[in-house]
């Protein structure tokens, strides 16, 4: 099976230098998007899936630092600015913010993809032990929290839907029956557990591929229970 291509978000204002970051990104075999506007940049990093984000500092709406400073709070994707201002004030800013790299424009494009490059072959950063996240796998859990990321994208979970989660992340890989699912997540037992649990599991399911989970983490065992790949 081909190596999944990185997949590249592009957040430029000028039309001509998004299209010539975009050619130099797709031309190495990369997959590349791109988004005009700070909000709808941080809307796409949530959604999930994304491995780079090649942010301008002079945006339209939110200025690149500040979209840098909103990301650093639910993200740890590289970031690698690209911009015009290029003084050392400027640099060190975006870097004490979380950024990972900084370009100056005017800029080599085949430099722009080495340097993406190199933050592909480093490891992703861990979240901050002290923010509460235990990561596994592609899932990091908060339990004081009650939150749930997959791939660095929050899961916007309704209540049984994270103590379903958060029951298959305690014992990842483990099969559990419905009925052990409804005890560790449900206050008061159902009689109809089989349809309560499958329910919340075919929501779950749906949010994780909108996170982009390309295959399904949440493994059914019919006549037994579920469980989960991380």
């Not at 990185?6 to 988004?35: F, M």
């Not at 780079?52 to 939110?62: E, F």
């Not at 560790?184 to 349809?195: E, T």
């Amino acid at each position: 099976m081909s190596e999944q291509p990185a997949q590249v978000l592009v957040v430029e204002d000028e039309a001509a230098i998004a299209d010539t970051v975009l050619y130099a990104l797709r031309s190495e075999g990369h997959a590349a998007e791109h988004c005009a506007l700070g909000r709808l940049a941080l809307e796409r990093v949530r959604a999930g899936g994304i491995d780079v984000v090649v942010l301008d500092v002079g945006l339209p709406d939110l200025g690149g630092f500040e979209v840098c400073r909103q990301l650093r709070t639910f993200s740890q994707v590289p970031v690698i600015f690209l911009t015009a201002r290029n003084d050392e004030f400027d640099r060190v800013l975006g870097l004490e913010l979380g950024a990972d790299d900084y370009v100056g424009k005017p800029f080599s494009p085949r430099e722009l993809v080495a340097r993406v490059r190199a933050r592909l072959r480093r490891p992703a950063q861990a979240l901050p032990a002290e923010a509460g996240w235990v990561l596994q796998g592609a899932f990091a859990i908060d339990r004081e929290g009650r939150r749930v990321r997959y791939r660095e994208a929050l899961l916007d979970l309704t209540r049984y839907e994270y103590a379903l989660l958060a029951a298959l992340l305690q014992r990842p890989g483990a099969i559990l029956s419905r009925a052990q699912l409804m005890e560790r997540g449900w206050d008061h037992a159902s009689d109809s557990a089989d349809r309560t649990v499958d329910t919340h599991v075919k929501t779950l399911r749906a949010k994780l591929r909108a996170a982009g989970a390309e295959d399904d983490p949440i493994r059914t065992h019919r006549g037994v229970g579920y469980a989960l790949d991380v």
